[in-house]
């Protein structure tokens, strides 16, 4: 059985106008090309669906009973493909991105800003996550674009340099790294440390900074928001090792921050996406955007 949507259109067509005629005149068909998709789809079901005389077309007892299954099949089929477009032209108004935390709070509420100035109608989804996960997230296509610390061991994923962001130690007022001539690993190592929990990018660029200068950063607290980090810092109970994006950073009362001197506790930040990977027009306009607010 071979049964086309065209041949279903024009039973419920020409069942609805009474007329051969009239119904060749909604579809754009010659009346000849009608009535063979109605013969074409009377030998396809084996059934005699219209009483044909020269004055009229009437609905055999078999065609009334088949025009509302037929007429729903081709209202659910419209429902679906105006769905269907309405899918796609939302998918294209979309920027899906994968962000660190730290970045995602700093470096994209302005760069969104400015974008919907010139694209209102633009939407974003973004998905703040360790720096470990970014790059899953851009390889299974759950995000058109990721924004993370730059990894050799993801030679698949074209990564383009935007920033280098460097770490900085977070401390009390009045604290005595305050009036260091530089904080160095051996200056940190003589306090105790509020560290980020492992796995994420700012506790490994921190360990391997402590493992190259000959130590090991063994942490007084270990957490996983830098809210937390900084709150213990202002309580007084150690100093924190945090992104110069980080907004808690500058939020916060009664803390002070200062680079470290040593070059391991810079991290460099990029945009992660797949190699040769065709994307949307407005998912390209964003990333040129990120790139030329951010570069240099």
Same mark, same amino acid.
């Given at each position: 059985m071979h049964i086309t949507l065209g041949q279903i259109r024009a039973f419920v067509t020409v069942a609805s106008t009474s007329s051969f005629t009239r119904a060749a005149e909604v579809l754009g *068909?010659? /009346?000849? &090309?009608?009535?063979? !998709? %109605? !013969?074409q789809f009377e030998d396809s079901l084996g059934l005699r669906l219209f009483d044909r005389s020269t004055r009229s077309v009437e609905l055999t007892h078999v065609g009334r009973e088949l025009l509302p299954i037929f007429l729903r099949l081709v209202t659910e089929f419209e429902g679906a493909v105006v769905n269907a477009r309405d899918f796609v032209s939302r998918a294209k108004g979309v920027v899906r991105l994968a962000c660190l935390p730290s970045c995602a709070a700093t470096l994209l509420p302005d760069l969104i800003a400015r974008f919907q100035l010139d694209h209102p109608? @633009?939407?974003?989804? @973004?998905? #703040? &996550? *360790?720096?470990s996960a970014i790059a899953t997230l851009v390889r299974e296509d759950r995000v058109d674009f990721g924004i993370g610390m730059a990894d050799g061991g993801a030679a698949d994923l074209e /990564? %383009?340099?935007?920033? #280098? #962001?460097a770490l900085t130690v977070v401390y009390p007022e009045g604290h005595p790294v305050a009036d260091a001539a530089e904080v160095t690993v051996e200056t940190l190592a003589a306090y105790p440390l509020i560290l980020m929990n492992r796995g994420s990018s700012v506790r490994d660029l921190v360990d391997a900074a402590f493992i190259a200068a000959g130590k090991t950063a063994t942490p007084a607290c270990q957490v996983r928001y830098m809210t937390t980090a900084v709150a213990l810092v202002r309580a007084g109970l150690g100093l924190a090792i945090l992104p110069s994006t980080a907004v808690e950073i500058h939020t916060q009362a009664r803390i002070a921050a200062r680079p470290i001197t040593a070059p391991a506790f810079t991290r460099t930040i990029v945009l992660l996406r797949r190699r040769n990977s065709p994307v949307r027009p407005v998912v390209e306009a964003f990333i040129d955007r990120v790139c030329s607010q951010t570069q240099g």
């Amino acid at each position: 059985m071979h049964i086309t949507l065209g041949q279903i259109r024009a039973f419920v067509t020409v069942a609805s106008t009474s007329s051969f005629t009239r119904a060749a005149e909604v579809l754009g *068909l010659s /009346q000849p &090309a009608l009535t063979n !998709r %109605i !013969r074409q789809f009377e030998d396809s079901l084996g059934l005699r669906l219209f009483d044909r005389s020269t004055r009229s077309v009437e609905l055999t007892h078999v065609g009334r009973e088949l025009l509302p299954i037929f007429l729903r099949l081709v209202t659910e089929f419209e429902g679906a493909v105006v769905n269907a477009r309405d899918f796609v032209s939302r998918a294209k108004g979309v920027v899906r991105l994968a962000c660190l935390p730290s970045c995602a709070a700093t470096l994209l509420p302005d760069l969104i800003a400015r974008f919907q100035l010139d694209h209102p109608n @633009v939407t974003f989804e @973004v998905e #703040d &996550a *360790l720096n470990s996960a970014i790059a899953t997230l851009v390889r299974e296509d759950r995000v058109d674009f990721g924004i993370g610390m730059a990894d050799g061991g993801a030679a698949d994923l074209e /990564q %383009i340099k935007l920033f #280098d #962001d460097a770490l900085t130690v977070v401390y009390p007022e009045g604290h005595p790294v305050a009036d260091a001539a530089e904080v160095t690993v051996e200056t940190l190592a003589a306090y105790p440390l509020i560290l980020m929990n492992r796995g994420s990018s700012v506790r490994d660029l921190v360990d391997a900074a402590f493992i190259a200068a000959g130590k090991t950063a063994t942490p007084a607290c270990q957490v996983r928001y830098m809210t937390t980090a900084v709150a213990l810092v202002r309580a007084g109970l150690g100093l924190a090792i945090l992104p110069s994006t980080a907004v808690e950073i500058h939020t916060q009362a009664r803390i002070a921050a200062r680079p470290i001197t040593a070059p391991a506790f810079t991290r460099t930040i990029v945009l992660l996406r797949r190699r040769n990977s065709p994307v949307r027009p407005v998912v390209e306009a964003f990333i040129d955007r990120v790139c030329s607010q951010t570069q240099g």
